[in-house]
């Protein structure tokens, strides 16, 4: 692990906001621009052994491990509701090109994407998921982080979702991108919003707070200053409305709050009868939607 210094403006002075003890590390808040970020952070193995086959799937396999997703695979329908309505929000800007995604996971918005008519290309660290996504979805999805990736191509839209809060260099990352990007090209993302109400709420104990996981914590005034730093301007930030399925918040309930379990597993049983187990419904997670266009000076 090391010291971290402010990923915007460089500043090394900083206020301690929470401290952890495994791994032994703060998250800190710039004294000079406000950015949080986790410092010290973890080394380049520490950080990719976290993605594993077992970071994408049923937490069963250890209930101490709250990392990561309930089953991603099983989640499909779910993600790929999600991915269509974030599409019809790039077709906006432009409505045929091709699309990159750093962080592509499985490649559930690659697959939507390319039935949509885009040429697609992602790039993830996770050798469960590029295995799935080039077996199951017949995706171009290259094993490498993107700091190694070469290309001659240009882009028309980068795309990270829930990804940047998980790099060690984000600044770097998108001046990367940038330099990718076709004249007037787009980069669309997600990522939590330290700011949002449901961050307020919870405080110091908000479900974001993931020191193995997420390095850097944005709200709108630091993303726009982190874009704006690395070539980018027109942004547009909004709130990124999630979808859960009733079988989803149920199982989450029931993991999360154990002595609920007898309640809860007759409700599933209904809910599979009443044929309402998938049915989504909106919820607002604290996350936020963000695009930004390709400065042209």
Not at 109 to 122: C, H, N, Q
Not at 265 to 279: C, G, H, M, S, Y
């Amino acid at each position: 692990m090391h010291q971290t210094k402010c990923n915007n403006c460089e500043s090394e002075k900083f206020t301690v906001y929470l401290s952890f003890d495994k791994p032994p590390s703060q998250i800190v808040s710039c004294q000079n621009c406000g950015l949080m970020y986790l410092t010290p952070q973890p080394k380049k193995d520490d950080r990719e052994n976290v993605y594993n086959e077992f970071y994408f799937k049923r937490e069963s396999s250890n209930k101490k491990n709250i990392s990561g997703y309930r089953s991603y695979q099983e989640d499909q329908y779910i993600h790929n509701f999600y991915f269509l309505r974030l599409l019809k929000k790039i077709k906006r800007y432009i409505r045929k090109g091709s699309i990159f995604e750093i962080g592509s996971a499985m490649g559930f918005f690659l697959d939507k994407a390319s039935k949509e008519g885009f040429d697609v290309e992602g790039i993830e660290i996770s050798k469960y998921c590029v295995d799935f996504g080039k077996k199951e979805l017949n995706l171009n999805i290259q094993r490498s982080d993107f700091s190694n990736y070469k290309t001659n191509k240009k882009i028309d839209v980068v795309a990270m979702f829930q990804t940047i809060e998980h790099l060690p260099d984000p600044k770097s990352t998108l001046k990367k991108a940038n330099s990718i990007l076709e004249k007037g090209g787009i980069i669309i993302m997600t990522t939590p919003n330290q700011k949002s109400l449901i961050s307020k709420l919870f405080g110091k104990k908000w479900f974001e707070y993931k020191p193995t996981e997420h390095l850097f914590y944005y709200n709108p005034q630091s993303m726009t200053q982190l874009l704006k730093l690395s070539g980018f301007d027109k942004v547009k930030i909004t709130r990124d409305l999630h979808y859960l399925s009733i079988e989803y918040i149920l199982e989450r309930v029931r993991y999360y709050i154990p002595l609920f379990s007898i309640l809860i597993r007759p409700l599933e049983k209904v809910a599979v009868l009443a044929q309402i187990n998938k049915k989504l419904i909106p919820f607002d997670k604290g996350s936020m939607l963000i695009i930004a266009q390709k400065n042209e000076k």
